[in-house]
């Protein structure tokens, strides 16, 4: 079980935040990584915001003594892995991701054990037992193509995600063995009122992420990651954009393209479904007393770090890293 950081003095209402992260990120030569799905605040705080391969590759350059990574849990886990010397924190250590909680180690190395002339890539957003169990690691901007650069007659196994494994398939014309697990986000979104809002908005492109479902997806003028959404969306010449995606991507839309209009998709129920639970349970207070605290700080087993490591850098050299 994960344990939250529970601070005494909260909260801080005099406290002018932003200066106060920037005084110990020079105090502790730290660096801050954000993920694009993290509140507007913590984004404009970071000194690096990007998807998971993107932050990957921030974490395994990065110079700093101490890393704060402002997203969930399993991205936490990849710095560490990625920088075992350093000091790797999480604002809250209770961001977890329901991905990655639909692949247990166990059950998925009885899985595993079921394929065993099969290759294993799994989506980042796995926990580091998976990773160690994997041979490649891929993220939703290089899954197509890593496949791609596989033999054509190497047998995989893509876990956890079912949909973006369905996505892989069907850009690749490759059969894989996929594990059922799936994002609690991604799985939300509501064809009919999808098609609805396009209705609505007939003008709109569709962005959409690929961990999303099928019946969803065919209704996307463009799927990417999420950096592939933002770019997409700088560069066509569209105005408005129904995005399919967890909206705190928006935030970024708006800085890069102000001009332009963005809509959230809607979720299948009336609440606000569509907003990653675990991604906003970080806030720019926690921020700061995981910086002023140095903790709650990431540790993982050593056996197991070590060989998370190395499907990692598999993934780092497949995609130009």
């Given at each position: 079980m994960f344990t939250t950081l529970t601070p005494a003095a909260s909260p801080l209402p005099s406290l002018d935040l932003f200066a106060a992260i920037e005084t110990l990120k020079r105090d502790l030569n730290a660096v801050i990584l954000a993920h694009y799905y993290q509140e507007p605040d913590i984004q404009d705080v970071?000194?690096?915001?990007?998807?998971s391969l993107g932050l990957s590759r921030q974490a395994a350059a990065t110079s700093a003594d101490v890393i704060v990574f402002a997203g969930v849990h399993f991205m936490a886990e990849t710095a560490k892995i990625l920088n075992p010397d350093k000091l790797v924190l999480l604002p809250d250590l209770n961001a977890g991701c329901s991905l990655a909680d639909s692949c247990p180690p166990d059950a998925f190395a009885a899985f595993k054990a079921k394929h065993p002339d099969?290759?294993?890539?799994?989506?980042?957003?796995?926990?580091?037992?998976?990773?160690?169990?994997?041979?490649?690691?891929?993220?939703?901007?290089?899954a197509v193509?890593?496949?791609?650069?596989?033999?054509?007659?190497?047998?995989?196994?893509?876990?956890?995600?079912?949909?973006?494994?369905?996505?892989v398939m069907q850009q690749t014309g490759r059969d894989m063995v996929l594990w059922q697990g799936s994002c609690m986000v991604h799985e939300t979104f509501s064809e009919k009122k999808l098609v609805q809002l396009q209705g609505a908005h007939p003008q709109a492109e569709v962005i959409a992420h690929p961990e999303c479902e099928e019946m969803v997806l065919r209704h996307a003028h463009f799927v990417g990651s999420t950096t592939a959404l933002l770019n997409y969306a700088q560069q066509s010449a569209s105005r408005e954009f129904i995005v399919v995606t967890e909206p705190g991507i928006i935030h970024q839309m708006q800085k890069q393209a102000p001009d332009k209009v963005f809509i959230p998709a809607p979720p299948t129920a009336?609440?606000?479904?569509?907003?990653?639970?675990?991604?906003?349970?970080?806030?720019?207070?926690?921020?700061?007393?995981?910086?002023?605290?140095?903790?709650?700080?990431?540790?993982?087993?050593?056996?197991v770090q070590q060989e998370a490591l190395k499907p990692i850098q598999?993934?780092?050299?497949?995609?130009?890293?």
């Amino acid at each position: 079980m994960f344990t939250t950081l529970t601070p005494a003095a909260s909260p801080l209402p005099s406290l002018d935040l932003f200066a106060a992260i920037e005084t110990l990120k020079r105090d502790l030569n730290a660096v801050i990584l954000a993920h694009y799905y993290q509140e507007p605040d913590i984004q404009d705080v970071a000194d690096y915001i990007g998807d998971s391969l993107g932050l990957s590759r921030q974490a395994a350059a990065t110079s700093a003594d101490v890393i704060v990574f402002a997203g969930v849990h399993f991205m936490a886990e990849t710095a560490k892995i990625l920088n075992p010397d350093k000091l790797v924190l999480l604002p809250d250590l209770n961001a977890g991701c329901s991905l990655a909680d639909s692949c247990p180690p166990d059950a998925f190395a009885a899985f595993k054990a079921k394929h065993p002339d099969h290759l294993v890539i799994s989506y980042i957003n796995c926990t580091a037992a998976i990773k160690a169990m994997s041979d490649i690691i891929c993220t939703s901007s290089n899954a197509v193509s890593i496949v791609q650069q596989l033999p054509a007659d190497q047998k995989i196994i893509f876990a956890p995600d079912r949909n973006l494994g369905r996505y892989v398939m069907q850009q690749t014309g490759r059969d894989m063995v996929l594990w059922q697990g799936s994002c609690m986000v991604h799985e939300t979104f509501s064809e009919k009122k999808l098609v609805q809002l396009q209705g609505a908005h007939p003008q709109a492109e569709v962005i959409a992420h690929p961990e999303c479902e099928e019946m969803v997806l065919r209704h996307a003028h463009f799927v990417g990651s999420t950096t592939a959404l933002l770019n997409y969306a700088q560069q066509s010449a569209s105005r408005e954009f129904i995005v399919v995606t967890e909206p705190g991507i928006i935030h970024q839309m708006q800085k890069q393209a102000p001009d332009k209009v963005f809509i959230p998709a809607p979720p299948t129920a009336t609440c606000a479904c569509n907003e990653c639970p675990h991604m906003r349970l970080n806030t720019l207070e926690k921020l700061y007393l995981a910086m002023k605290n140095r903790q709650p700080e990431i540790i993982l087993d050593p056996k197991v770090q070590q060989e998370a490591l190395k499907p990692i850098q598999r993934m780092l050299e497949l995609s130009g890293s």
